[in-house]
């Protein structure tokens, strides 16, 4: 068994998917590595470029229909063997779900692994994700959406107050971007994963199409136990948003689904009738204006919902 099994989902991004594959070529390599790269239905040459060009690196899988992130991501875990009974000997003790829409520094892999190794009580970790302007992405590190939590977020109070140690819980803003932090959630376009973590918890819910799934499976891994580490030590090139783009609308309504499915699972239960009410109310709302937005907009200006 190798020592990690790589995860890339890709739709319709065949030049992000190359960059991102060149660079795992250019990695160094001590640790043992599967790719896989699972293509969602995607009508570009993604399928042909990563077959012939990286032939050496990485299988391609096609699932012949746009099921989602989750769904593609949970092909490729099964295709390492995860989630099918076997003993945890059988399997990568790691699996990294990586966006086509990164670049990874050359040391990235082996450093993310060894920092596992000496830590055996972290379930999750993730790097510090830039953007190409050298900003931050602010959805590297987040904590939980409770509902107070979303509220001080869409409200518009984390943006207003960034170093509030309340209002500002949701994207951490109140955290140095250098210093490593134990925190709640990472995000799914560099999420490392203990494989024994994710045997535990189970794999990604599909009920997600895309957004909400990685905050769902870090809650899911953190219940079992585990700690969800961000990891500045290394630093990684997210594009950001090269899938949704291709679909904005579609992006944009899983978004706002994303947040009720979320509220729904782990929090409606517990909370007040109002608190429910005012959820159900306030994403809605938002979801609606945010698609009159877009339409009102020209088409290469539409923006795509972000977690950050």
């Known amino acids: 068994m190798p020592d990690l099994g790589i995860v890339i989902v890709n739709y319709n991004t065949c030049d992000d998917l190359h960059n991102c594959l060149q660079s795992l070529r250019a990695s160094t390599r001590r640790s043992t590595r599967r790719v896989l790269v699972v293509d969602n239905d995607s009508h570009d040459d993604s399928v042909t470029m990563a077959r012939e060009a990286f032939a050496d690196l990485a299988e391609v899988i096609e699932t012949g229909v746009n099921g989602g992130y989750a769904y593609a991501n949970n092909i490729g875990l099964r295709a390492l063997g995860l989630a099918q009974g076997q003993p945890l000997d059988a399997l990568p003790r790691y699996a990294l779900l990586l966006n086509p829409d990164t670049i990874l520094p050359p040391e990235a892999l082996d450093k993310v692994v060894a920092f596992m190794d000496a830590n ?142 979320f509220h729904d699972k782990h929090y409606r239960a517990q909370a007040p009738f109002y608190v429910n009410w005012a959820v159900d109310a306030g994403v809605g709302a938002l979801r609606l204006l945010a698609q009159v937005r877009n339409r009102l907009r020209p088409e290469g200006a539409r923006r795509v919902a972000s977690a950050s």
């Open 120 to 261: 055996p009580d972290v379930g999750v970790l993730g790097p510090k994700l830039v953007r190409p302007d050298g900003s931050l992405d602010l959805a590297c590190r987040r904590s939980f959406p409770t509902p107070a939590v979303s509220f001080y977020r869409l409200a518009g109070l984390s943006r207003l107050f960034p170093q509030s140690r309340t209002f500002g819980r949701y994207n951490l803003t109140f955290l140095d971007p250098d210093q490593q932090a134990d925190v709640d959630s990472v995000v799914g376009a560099f999420m490392l994963l203990r494989t024994a973590a994710l045997e535990q918890s189970g794999l990604l819910d599909e009920a997600f199409f895309m957004y909400g799934e990685d905050i769902d499976l870090c809650f899911r891994i953190k219940a079992q136990g585990w700690s969800v580490v961000y990891y500045p030590q290394v630093t990684v090139l997210h594009i950001k948003g090269a899938a949704s783009r291709k679909n904005s609308a579609r992006a944009t309504r899983a978004f706002y689904e994303a947040m009720k499915i």
